[in-house]
């Protein structure tokens, strides 16, 4: 069967629209209630590999390429100030001092039918910054507030 015909290459492109997020104790796998997994917002979904060049000598053509290091991006997620306070309590916990208090997460696309089509996971997720709303009485826009997360792996989950 030639490539263009394998089921894989015939989908459809995804709405980015359609995606519930969840956590779970980076340890043991239990699920962990964070915001309820209610965000209007994920940006950040990025791996860089930075290439060492190497240089030989006699070569003039070129560098050759090699794999380098892998950074991750900062993972923000957004959503309309509730009264939930989860995600502003996960924060403050890590940042009075419980380091050690990560959770894994995991970004579900799904399709128009509600079935999930695309998994991210991200390991050992750690919040670096909480915002909370900017507060305008003259205003009438919903507050929102922003999670921001650092990790150490952005995995592409296969069922």
């Known amino acids: 069967m030639p490539a263009q015909d394998l089921p894989e290459n015939l989908l459809q492109p995804l709405h980015a629209f359609r995606f519930h997020v969840s956590f779970s104790n980076a340890q043991g796998g239990d699920s962990v ?3 309820s997994g209610a965000f209007a917002e994920c ?3 990025e791996a860089t590999m ?3 060049v190497i240089k030989a000598g006699g070569v003039n053509y070129g560098a050759a390429q090699r794999p380098g290091p892998v950074s991750f991006a900062t993972v923000v997620l957004k959503r309309g100030m509730t009264t939930t306070r989860d995600a502003f309590k996960w924060f403050q916990l890590v940042a009075g001092g419980a380091y050690a208090y990560r959770l894994s997460a995991e970004i579900q696309m799904q ?3 509600g079935e999930t089509v695309v998994t991210w996971g991200l390991d050992k997720c750690m919040p670096v ?3 909370a709303s900017d507060l305008n009485a003259k205003g009438g826009d919903i507050g929102v507030e922003e999670l921001h997360l650092a990790h150490e ?3 592409l989950i296969v069922d």
């Open 33 to 35: 209630d964070v915001c």
């Open 43 to 45: 940006t950040g979904l």
């Open 50 to 52: 930075e290439p060492k």
């Open 111 to 113: 399709d128009a039918a």
């Open 129 to 131: 910054k909480f915002k």
């Open 153 to 155: 792996g952005l995995r």
